[in-house]
């Protein structure tokens, strides 16, 4: 049996994770065999009525009898009741319980959530059609995702060690040792990503919410997260942790397209075109640029979080080929996550003619030519000279940092 649950938490508290976390532990509690590692499946990050980090989780067990059903159910059912977070107006909870084959179909209807908006009446009828059950709090938004983290993928994943806290400790500030977190870094880096962005002195790894979660510490396997997990000291109590097999940075939101014309809003793309501008610093410290192809154009943000990434793209020039990632908002403004530069432009300026005593010459009045400042040498030509102007950046890929990744967004280390 394939059991799926979203949408449980809320901007002020809770976690899917940790619910599906006292599910399982009371479900082993009973005797049920769980396979495998629970899954994290993080959906589109423009879904409109998320709560937080807009992830659905999924696991899977073993049931031999109805009677089985019916507890597994029960004990499911209670704990999204009990632990979610019912009294915010944006929390609705769905549960999902799937017995079938996890077909293409299925899989199709995953990577449709992930990648595009979905409502709750398609996602309703497709439970229908492929016989899963799936029960409603409130008005059961949750289903959308809950149906989807049993149905995605695995074709590329990523695990996360996840720490919790006693209860007594939500809201109260993390007692982490970030010394022990950079050293970790150290000693498990590439295994181990997104712990720290250390331009921005900014511990990726703890919450900034009032959420049951202590840390997170993402990897490429079970063992990397584990052994890191065993480096990082805390001073307050771990109630639990666990290991979630994710999609997170994987790139499964991004749609491939040849054409800027056919990009839509609210969804994330790959898209190659040409800087048509000089980028810009709009109010707010935004950064931003024209990328257009023979089918249109699209304005690209890099917006103030991404601190020194936009450094980077300020050096963007007019005519230079680049490969974008990202996603569109309600704006219709592209979100750069990454980009490749492909092909770099020449630039060209021009300056005063350069003396034979190798000063550069001075302007000597309107019409007049020019002067060298040094040795006095006269030129009655009023041309300048046409100079290419060295460029800073180079071809190849340029990430906006760790503080500012989106959940399923790539990081280049694991490009290689």
Do not use: W
């Amino acid at each position: 049996m394939y059991i799926g649950i979203d949408d449980t938490d809320s901007k002020d508290g809770m976690c899917t994770t940790f619910i599906c976390s006292v599910i399982i532990e009371e479900l082993k509690y009973f005797g049920f065999n769980i396979i495998g590692y629970p899954r994290l499946i993080r959906l589109n990050p423009f879904a409109m009525f998320r709560t937080r980090g807009n992830g659905g989780l999924s696991f899977r067990l073993n049931v031999e009898s109805e009677e089985d059903i019916k507890k597994v159910k029960e004990i499911v059912l209670k704990n999204v009741e009990e632990l979610s977070e019912l009294g915010d107006e944006r929390t609705n909870p769905g549960v999902v319980f799937y017995q079938g084959e996890i077909t293409d179909e299925l899989k199709s209807y995953s990577m449709r959530v992930i990648r595009n908006i979905i409502s709750i009446e398609e996602a309703e009828e497709f439970a229908n059609k492929i016989g899963a059950e799936f029960f409603k709090f409130k008005k059961g938004r949750g289903i959308i995702g809950a149906l989807a983290a049993i149905g995605c993928p695995d074709t590329d994943k990523t695990y996360e060690l996840l720490a919790y806290r006693v209860p007594q400790n939500y809201g109260k500030e993390r007692r982490i040792d970030h010394e022990s977190v950079f050293e970790m870094n150290k000693a498990t880096y590439p295994e181990t990503f997104d712990n720290l962005d250390i331009d921005n002195c900014y511990v990726a790894i703890e919450p900034h919410t009032p959420c049951p979660i202590l840390y997170g510490i993402r990897g490429e396997s079970p063992d990397a997260v584990l052994n890191a997990g065993k480096m990082v000291k805390v001073y307050e109590e771990i109630a639990e942790a666990r290991v979630f097999e994710t999609n997170q940075h994987t790139d499964m939101h991004l749609i491939q397209t040849h054409k800027i014309s056919d990009m839509e809003k609210l969804k994330c793309y790959i898209v190659k075109g040409n800087v048509k501008d000089f980028p810009y610093t709009r109010e707010g410290g935004h950064v931003i640029f024209t990328l257009e192809d023979a089918s249109g154009e699209i304005p690209c943000a890099a917006y103030e979080p991404t601190k020194e990434f936009r450094d980077i793209v300020r050096e963007l020039a007019p005519g230079d080929k680049v490969r974008v990632y990202g996603g569109i908002g309600e704006k219709g403004t592209l979100n750069i996550e990454k980009f490749e530069i492909l092909e770099l432009a020449k630039i060209y300026e021009s300056k005063n003619p350069l003396c034979e005593c190798g000063k550069r010459m001075k302007s000597a009045g309107n019409g007049k030519g020019y002067k060298c400042p040094k040795c006095g040498t006269k030129l009655r030509a009023d041309t300048k000279d046409t100079i290419e102007v060295k460029r800073n950046i180079k071809k190849g890929f340029y990430e906006v940092p760790p503080s500012a990744r989106r959940h399923l967004s790539k990081p280049l280390v694991r490009m290689v």
